[in-house]
């Protein structure tokens, strides 16, 4: 004969497990943000430089979409390659007319 066996066994039980998950995601999180937390500190020169010249790219993107619309514009692209410091622009006409001009910087 069998025994009747309570489950989940003894120390654990379901809202201690529930509870122990917690704290594990809890500390994996903190652990991941002290992480970025220090990566942030060692590389912040770099990074605010990296995040202005992003800005400074967009803003430049933005400007030349606004100036090469037209009526007869299709779709305009503008695509930023900071990594080569390189701006690419696709101007696609109505007319099926595409037009594709690089810039490096």
Same mark, same amino acid.
């Given at each position: 004969?069998? &025994? ?15 509870? @122990? ?7 994996? /999180?903190?652990?991941?943000? #002290? ?5 942030? +500190? ?8 990296? %995040? ?5 790219? /967009?803003? #430049?993107?933005?400007?030349?979409? /606004?100036? @090469? /619309?037209?009526?007869?514009?299709? +779709? @305009? ?5 900071? +990594? ?5 622009? %696709?101007?696609? #006409?109505?007319? +099926?007319? &595409?037009?594709? &001009? &690089?810039?490096?910087?």
């Amino acid at each position: 004969m069998k &025994e009747s066996v309570d489950w989940p066994p003894f120390p654990f039980t379901h809202s201690s497990r529930t509870e @122990l998950q917690k704290n594990t995601r809890r500390r994996k /999180k903190t652990k991941m943000m #002290l992480a970025i937390c220090q990566w942030m +500190s060692v590389f912040d020169k770099d990074l605010k430089i990296k %995040t202005e010249k992003v800005i400074m790219a /967009k803003e #430049l993107a933005m400007k030349t979409i /606004k100036e @090469l /619309k037209t009526k007869d514009t299709k +779709s @305009l692209s503008v695509k930023v390659d900071m +990594s080569k410091n390189k701006v690419k622009i %696709t101007h696609v #006409l109505q007319n +099926s007319v &595409e037009e594709e &001009e &690089e810039v490096t910087n």
